[in-house]
């Protein structure tokens, strides 16, 4: 099972309307959480990085938000354009004796349409 | 941040073939892995490759079937050695510097097809 969970799994929404990504996950200990956009044939680029005690964080239309205590994260954009339709990537790093592991989910793939 | 290119960009390979995939970086990084993301996936690290010395894989991935080189700090190639259509996937390097792993940036990918 993975431990990092996404959803939706796709999207579809029309240009200049919001939407709102969600991720879930159960791995530790926590070190941050980030989330990637991939476009098609890109890899994928970092969005915004969030540690244990930020609850939000902003770049441009792209508003993540963190809850440590459930364990659970959103990607909010606002305003959309075509050009953000990519898959976006939930990554939780964690931390131990061994180092730091990136834990990817499945990515959510958005599509924006005229 | 860090500029890499990944060559070939794209390949389609006949089964029980090898392709080598080159990462090249812009300047010196300290650590570069190599990774696979097949279809409707997360991406999977298969292995870290160390500078003058062997990569070390993952767990369910070993030397024979992915050999790897880094001759020194900006270059490293993955080779997919006798490949099936279960091998059809995007490889993608990517690398961090000095010993921060958790910040890392991703080459563009190489979109590998196994027919």
């Known amino acids: 099972k993975n431990q990092v969970e996404q959803s939706p799994q796709s999207l579809i929404i029309l240009e200049g309307k919001n939407c709102t990504l969600q991720?879930?996950?159960?791995?530790?200990?926590?070190?941050?959480l980030r989330w990637y956009k991939q476009d098609t044939g890109r890899g994928p680029v970092s969005l915004t990085i969030?540690?244990?005690?930020?609850n939000t964080k902003s770049n441009g239309r792209y508003t993540a938000t963190l809850d440590a205590d459930t364990k659970q994260s959103s990607l909010h954009i606002t305003a959309s354009q075509l050009s953000d339709s990519a898959s976006y990537i939930c990554?939780?790093?964690?931390?131990?004796?061994?180092?730091?592991?990136?834990?990817f989910g499945k990515g959510t793939s958005l599509l924006v349409t005229p | 941040s860090a500029v890499i290119s990944q060559k070939p960009s794209r390949d389609i390979c006949q089964r029980g073939t090898s392709l080598t995939i080159q990462c090249q970086v812009d300047?010196?990084?300290?650590?570069m892995f190599w990774y696979r993301q097949q279809p409707g996936q997360s991406l999977t690290l298969i292995a870290t490759?160390?500078?003058?010395?062997?990569?070390?894989?993952e767990s369910g991935f070993v030397i024979d079937k992915f050999p790897i080189s880094r001759p020194n700090l900006t270059f490293s190639t993955l080779t997919v050695s006798n490949m099936s259509p279960e091998d059809s996937s995007i490889y993608l390097c990517?690398?961090?510097?000095?010993?921060?792993?958790?910040?890392?940036?991703f080459g563009p990918g190489t979109r590998l097809t196994v027919l």
């Open positions: 300047s010196q990084v300290t650590m």
């Open positions: 990517s690398v961090a510097r000095g010993q921060n792993t958790d910040t890392q940036y």
């Open positions: 991720c879930n996950y159960t791995v530790s200990p926590f070190s941050n």
């Open positions: 490759a160390n500078q003058g010395s062997e990569a070390t894989y």
């Open positions: 969030m540690t244990f005690s930020e």
């Open positions: 990554v939780v790093t964690t931390n131990s004796n061994s180092g730091y592991a990136l834990n």
